[in-house]
């Protein structure tokens, strides 16, 4: 080869080299944009199509019933998913504001009495003793006592006022987040192949299937878990409107956080029925407590219900998941959380174990041949 068609082929070669950089630059650049852009909606889209994915089964049935009008299906869906989310939402807020407003007045007139400490907290180790001297203050001279606290409280007063601003954000989001899985489902088909064709771009002749798994994953978390969940958190929140515990929307959302990340919700509900028992009648407290139990106890009955053949996903994954979510993402991240760790855990696990059957299939083979 000649010293020009050495030198022809090398700039040949640098002009492919360099269009494939301005090629590779510019599209970068341009995922780089979209994600910039996208990112305030990232955590509502992803949202939206893990509740598209849980409710496509109900939807393909209410399409059918209405003669095959999926976009009135969807809208209906999208009306009575808004409803369950913000009637509740405002009947307990409305609770914590009317508890808040009488707890202020009673303070203001002050009818606030606090009872003595029982004389066993002194024995308390580290402490008792404090706790004690605190405790016996406040029930002299409340007034005297929070304004010894008045540090302490303000700092949590800065938090409480930041901690319900962040759950406005993520009510918002969460209706963001319904509005476009109306707006998925009827496209639901289109929205399946592409997801199909994306899965076998990246995982090959088994992405279909591992795209398969991923909507089966989606749907078994989201209604074994997330559905317990807010079931468990509006059953109690009805239980302490009716017998009028203080901030019930507080504490419904609390078992609904922790219902969420897989621990017990009997955490709030066995104080609440003390204070039950406390200031109400024997009667009511007594049914109360009934009903606090059996809701407490219900995920044991509702998760096999609706979760069905779905996968099985540890609960430090969905642990971690959903506090991971929850503080990268609010009250939304805390459900997306949960799905997306145990949609990776699951496809995961797919695929190690499609791994080592494949492996063991050309170790039989091999051994076969022998």
């Not at 009575?80 to 009673?106: K, M, N, Q």
């Not at 192949?193 to 995982?203: D, G, Q």
């Amino acid at each position: 080869m000649s010293s020009n068609e050495q030198r022809e082929d090398d700039g040949a070669f640098d002009r492919r080299v360099t269009q494939s950089a301005v090629r590779l630059s510019l599209l970068a650049l341009l995922v780089f944009w979209c994600l910039k852009i996208l990112a305030p909606f990232l955590n509502p889209i992803i949202g939206g199509i893990v509740i598209a994915i849980a409710v496509k089964t109900p939807y393909a049935k209410l399409s059918g019933a209405l003669g095959g009008r999926g976009k009135l299906a969807a809208v209906l869906l999208v009306v009575v998913a808004l409803l369950l989310l913000i009637v509740p939402t405002l009947a307990l807020g409305a609770s914590l504001v009317d508890s808040t407003r009488g707890l202020s007045a009673d303070f203001v007139h002050e009818q606030i009495k606090i009872p003595p400490p029982p004389d066993g907290i002194t024995d308390w180790p580290i402490v008792g003793e404090q706790l004690h001297a605190l405790w016996l203050g406040a029930s002299q001279n409340l007034e005297t006592a929070l304004v010894k606290l008045a540090p302490y409280m303000k700092d949590l007063g800065l938090w409480l006022v930041s901690s319900v601003g962040d759950l406005g954000i993520g009510l918002a989001m969460f209706i963001v987040a319904i509005v476009i899985a109306g707006a998925i489902l009827p496209n639901a088909e289109r929205a399946a192949k592409l997801a199909e064709k994306t899965a076998s771009i990246i995982a090959g002749p088994r992405g279909p299937k591992l795209a398969e798994l991923a909507a089966s994953s989606v749907q078994s978390v989201t209604r074994g878990v997330l559905g317990v969940a807010a079931i468990q958190s509006l059953l109690a929140g009805l239980g302490m409107l009716v017998v009028g515990v203080p901030a019930a929307g507080l504490w419904s959302l609390l078992i609904l956080i922790l219902a969420v990340m897989q621990l017990p919700s009997t955490l709030i509900l066995i104080p609440v029925i003390i204070y039950v028992f406390y200031t109400s009648s024997t009667v009511v407290a007594v049914l109360f407590a009934i009903w606090a139990i059996v809701v407490g106890l219900s995920d044991n009955v509702l998760k096999p219900l609706l979760m069905g053949r779905g996968s099985s996903v540890p609960m430090l994954v969905l642990f971690m998941g959903s506090l991971g979510g929850f503080m990268a993402g609010g009250i939304l991240g805390l459900f997306v959380g949960a799905v997306i760790l145990s949609l990776g855990y699951t496809v995961f696990m797919a695929w190690v174990d499609e791994s080592v059957e494949e492996e063991e299939d050309v170790a039989t083979a091999s051994t076969e041949v022998r």
